[in-house]
């Protein structure tokens, strides 16, 4: 249960939401458990995994986003890291399911970190992994990223990134947080800009010294990004780049994978397989994409796909049991929608992966693939894929003290109203989303 405050949204109107469907909940729930029931699944044990699963909120998500062309704002956005807080609790109040936050510096960086964690637990929430930006220039900055961070020439400006990284493992510290996410733009733009394994080299020079910065309890997430902004060669392109430097530093360093960050039709079940068959997975930003880094909200455009994605989690957690903990968070912009209910949608698209995923019959599975069936073991995958269980996560959510429906919800709480006029829209202002 959220703890109660005055940010969130009425619990009495939460009520008398979940008594006008509870109902409606209940007899759907009843038909499901009695259909799954016939196939040997228990809908208890589902609902109990719903209820302990668990996403991570971008901070950067919270607010309006935009592209290189433009950035059209929101009514209400949060003006300020305490204001983007306020609306993730809003969105685990409701879901139950997005206990942690992931912050960015130096974007959410405040005089005293304390006051983040103070601010967190007064709205039920804790953090998860931090994110540096090296891949813009803050004010006042003395060496630029323009040519590179970590893999910069200059060897002021990679010390710098380095600074900045151990830096956000120090926020991350006094707020709770167990890992550090490191995603950097370095690359070129042109063939011969620079020498591509030289940039390689200086890199893990550069995060060999934030590794060993690093707490004993602490995780480096090394993300990998095809391309954006550098056009040419994007230094870590890959999971097979990333891997290697994974590897590389050490059993505290993993990957990362961003469901966005890779050529279209990309077999991304498979590198999730890959890496966790080799220890390396070390969590996921969550998103959808139609053609690029496009940042849309999970589950949007290629369902299946997540669905697979969360058939090899299951298939990893069956292997390597309680020691299998890959890291889960959003990482979406929101372009034309309301953040709150995009973000709320996208954590219960993702939940539902993970508990179709865990309706595969997985004995059937593998007796389908050791007989080379292959259109039963398709088939058995659909028949988990297929199966509506959105009546096990409106219980759960329920049964949680979230909203049966948590858009609808919201919506009637009039909470977006109350933000527009608490947070006035400054001409200008931009300190949230990503431009
Ligand atoms: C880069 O495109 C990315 O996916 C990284 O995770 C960044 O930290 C995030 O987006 C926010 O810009
Ligand atoms: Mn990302």
Request: with cysteine.
């Amino acid at each position: 249960m959220t703890k109660s405050s005055a940010q969130l949204i009425d619990q009495g109107l939460l009520a008398d939401h979940n008594d006008k469907l509870a109902a409606r909940v209940q007899a759907d729930y009843d038909a499901l458990g009695s259909m799954l029931a016939r196939r040997g699944q228990d809908i208890e044990r589902l609902t109990t995994l719903a209820q302990g699963f668990a996403v991570a909120v971008p901070s950067w998500g919270a607010g309006t986003g935009g592209t290189r062309f433009a950035r059209f704002a929101g009514r209400g956005e949060p003006r300020n890291v305490f204001e983007k807080l306020e609306d993730c609790g809003v969105i685990h109040q409701l879901t139950q399911a997005t206990p942690a936050v992931s912050l960015h510096f130096p974007w959410d960086k405040v005089g005293d970190a304390r006051e983040l964690r103070q601010a967190g637990e007064a709205l039920g929430l804790g953090f998860d992994a931090v994110n540096s930006n090296t891949f813009s220039d803050a004010v006042g900055q003395e060496h630029s990223y323009k040519f590179g961070s970590l893999t910069a020439n200059s060897a002021a400006a990679r010390e710098q990134a380095i600074a900045h990284n151990i830096e956000c493992i120090e926020l991350g510290r006094a707020i709770g947080s167990k890992a550090l996410t490191v995603w950097v733009g370095d690359g070129a733009n042109f063939p011969g800009q620079h020498n591509l394994r030289g940039a390689l080299e200086r890199y893990l020079d550069s995060m060999r010294a934030i590794y060993a910065a690093l707490p004993d309890d602490w995780n480096v997430f090394i993300e990998h990004k095809l391309f954006e902004p550098a056009f040419y060669a994007t230094t870590i392109a890959d999971w097979g780049t990333s891997f290697a430097c994974a590897t590389e530093l050490g059993p505290k360093a993993k990957c990362l994978v961003d469901l966005g960050h890779h050529a279209p039709n990309t077999n991304i079940e498979m590198i999730v397989a890959r890496l966790a068959q080799f220890g390396k997975l070390g969590g996921f930003h969550f998103n959808d994409s139609k053609y690029g880094d496009d940042d849309l909200d999970s589950g949007s455009i290629n369902p299946f796909q997540l669905f697979l994605v969360f058939n090899e989690l299951a298939d990893a957690a069956e292997r390597d049991g309680a020691a299998f903990k890959p890291s889960y968070m959003l990482d979406q912009s929101h372009n034309v929608t309301d953040p709150i209910e995009s973000l709320m949608s996208s954590a219960v698209e993702v939940q539902r992966a993970y508990i179709q995923s865990a309706l595969v019959d997985r004995a059937a599975l593998a007796g389908h693939q050791q007989g080379n069936d292959a259109l039963q073991a398709a088939q058995t995958l659909k028949a988990a894929f297929r199966t509506d269980v959105g009546p096990i996560l409106a219980m759960a959510r329920i049964r949680s003290g979230g909203a049966a429906d948590p858009v609808a919800a919201y919506r009637a709480s009039g909470y977006r109203d109350r933000a527009a006029s608490a947070r006035p829209a400054r001409a200008g202002a931009s300190s949230s989303g990503i431009v």
